[in-house]
């Protein structure tokens, strides 16, 4: 199917105030779709809303409260009918190794990427299934897949996020719902600027980083394909998978990459300087 003549669809997108959620909800608006955004902060996320005209729509949302998802659902089907589509992008990270940093920044991580999501995911769980249809789209990451250093947490988070999303798409095999999982690579967001001012999380600049845009047409595109799941970039994304798999590899293979991030930010950063 040309995702281009996808039917019309009323997508629910999380962390919509920028970023790629941001990307997604105004990707999803110029192909025709109706689009509730939501974020946790409410006056960016309006804002955005009506950047994107009629199509568009917003609420705020913390997606750590069931009750804020049941008022984000309701206020999609109040304007819109009913969500056809779920696409959870909200995340944080909090950067630093591990042992440095606080015990409330590991759970924020936590709670919003893993609970948060979870939470989201069963909210749509009960109200898609009651209709007889709906697509649940979670964006994960490629740590995932490759644990890295100056993420534990975050990686951890999203491990977890993996195995909940295709163990609930396994329960719900002969249900009415379709499941996606999209991983991102390195994305030029607000939290690569924050990974740039941490030199703890270098290896976010070892590989190209993705324009938000990137990662949005193969969200939307998901919407008319329905894929199982996408990795960035398509080639790389799968030699980095099967290395997660093995152990000891990962920890010859991301020593080097890392050294080759730090490399690449102090070049980053040099270019920064000299163009002020």
């Known amino acids: 199917m040309n995702p281009k003549n996808e039917q019309e669809q009323v997508v629910l997108v999380t962390g919509a105030a920028g970023g790629i959620g941001a990307a997604i909800a105004e990707l999803a608006v110029a192909r ?3 689009v509730m955004l939501t974020d946790v ?19 705020m949302l913390d997606i750590r409260s069931s009750a804020g998802w049941t008022r ?57 299934t009651a209709r007889g249809r709906g697509h649940i789209i979670n964006v994960c990451s490629m740590t995932s897949f490759l644990p890295l250093p100056g993420y534990a947490t975050y990686c951890a988070s999203k ?7 295709h163990s609930v798409a396994i329960e ?17 967001t607000g939290m690569l600027a924050q990974e740039m001012a941490d030199p703890s999380c270098a ?12 990662i949005a047409r193969a969200v939307v595109d998901a919407i008319a394909t329905k894929p199982v799941e996408v990795v960035f970039p ?15 590899l990962m ?11 730090l490399r690449q930010r102090e070049r980053l950063l040099s270019h920064s300087d000299a163009h002020r």
């Open 32 to 34: 025709g779709h109706r």
């Open 41 to 59: 902060d409410e006056v960016a996320v309006v804002s955005r809303a009506r950047s994107l005209g009629p199509r568009a729509a917003a609420c």
């Open 72 to 128: 984000a659902f309701e206020a999609a089907e109040a304007v819109f009918g009913g969500v056809d589509v779920l696409v959870n992008n909200a995340g944080i990270t909090h950067t630093r190794v591990a042992r440095d940093l606080p015990e409330q920044q590991h759970r924020d991580i936590v709670e919003v990427n893993l609970l948060g999501t979870i939470t989201g995911v069963c909210t749509a769980l009960e109200r898609m």
């Open 159 to 165: 491990f977890g996020l993996r195995a909940f999303h």
């Open 172 to 188: 719900e095999r002969d249900g009415p719902l379709d499941f996606t999982l999209i991983h991102p690579p390195s994305t030029r």
């Open 203 to 214: 290896i976010a600049f070892a590989e190209k980083s993705y324009a938000p845009q990137r």
């Open 234 to 248: 398509p080639l790389a994304g799968r030699v980095q998978r099967i290395a997660g798999v093995f152990p000891r």
């Open 251 to 261: 920890r010859r293979v991301i020593p080097v990459a890392e050294a080759r991030g």
